[in-house]
């Protein structure tokens, strides 16, 4: 089956450096891959919608510039959090499908703790 | 627009009892609805999905949905609660080509 991995599974950073999670297709080309933030004890919240090649779409609120999404090639995207504070400490979640309409296959999630 | 809510936060069941987890949702147009499950510190893993076709669809694990229109509801049940099944319940709607939009999430506990 399609499966979606995600690296690291966990990460430790200090307040106002730079923390990069990927979100690897293993086995399908995914022509969109989607970056969700999920708070304790709460659902996911979609942060922003990329595609191969092209800008990512951020959702309203989403700060592009503290979020950077890469999706350079059909089997890899980055989402870099630049500046960390504590407030940005969750779990981000990403998923890729392999074309319009086709399902979403999850990642296992990041948990980002900015000490 | 389009909205999932799930009734119920935090749903507790006895092992071997009847699970139930419910989701009603809002769509202008007939949408692709799906059930997720999430383990501690991990990602989702669909449990089924309803496109078209059979109002009735059967999933991993034992689980099943109902996608009910009159009643814009697409509940979950299981006849059977297992230990394993306690988990984060996630129901989520599909309207646009690739979008989804998750409802807030039930905790299932499964008492022995």
């Known amino acids: 089956g399609a499966v979606v991995s995600q690296h690291p599974s966990w990460v430790i950073c200090k307040s106002g450096t730079s923390v990069k999670i990927e979100c690897r297709s293993l086995?399908?080309?995914?022509?969109?891959m989607f970056w969700y933030r999920q708070f304790p004890k709460q659902s996911l919240m979609l942060m922003a919608t990329s595609n191969e090649g092209s800008k990512a779409t951020y959702e309203q609120g989403v700060e592009k510039d503290k979020f950077l999404i890469n999706h350079a090639s059909l089997t890899l995207s980055t989402l870099t959090v630049t500046s960390a504070h504590p407030e940005d400490s969750s779990f981000y979640i990403c998923s890729a499908t392999p074309g319009p309409g086709g399902e979403q296959y999850f990642g296992p999630g990041t948990r980002l703790t900015v000490t | 627009a389009q909205s999932v809510t799930q009734l119920g936060s935090h749903v507790s069941v006895s092992e071997g009892a009847l699970v139930l987890l419910r989701c009603n949702y809002s769509?202008?147009?007939?949408?692709?609805l799906f059930w997720y499950v999430q383990y501690p510190n991990q990602g989702l893993q669909l449990l089924l999905k309803?496109?078209?076709?059979?109002?009735l669809v059967k999933g991993i694990n034992g689980f099943e949905a109902e996608f009910k229109k009159s009643e814009t509801s697409f509940h979950l049940t299981k006849p059977s609660a297992h230990m394993s099944d306690a988990a984060e319940y996630f129901c989520?709607?599909?309207?646009?080509?690739?979008?989804?939009?998750f409802g807030s999430g039930t905790q299932l506990t499964v008492l022995p």
């Open positions: 309803y496109t078209t076709g059979a109002t």
């Open positions: 769509s202008s147009v007939p949408p692709y």
């Open positions: 086995d399908f080309q995914a022509t969109t």
């Open positions: 989520a709607v599909r309207q646009s080509a690739r979008q989804l939009t």
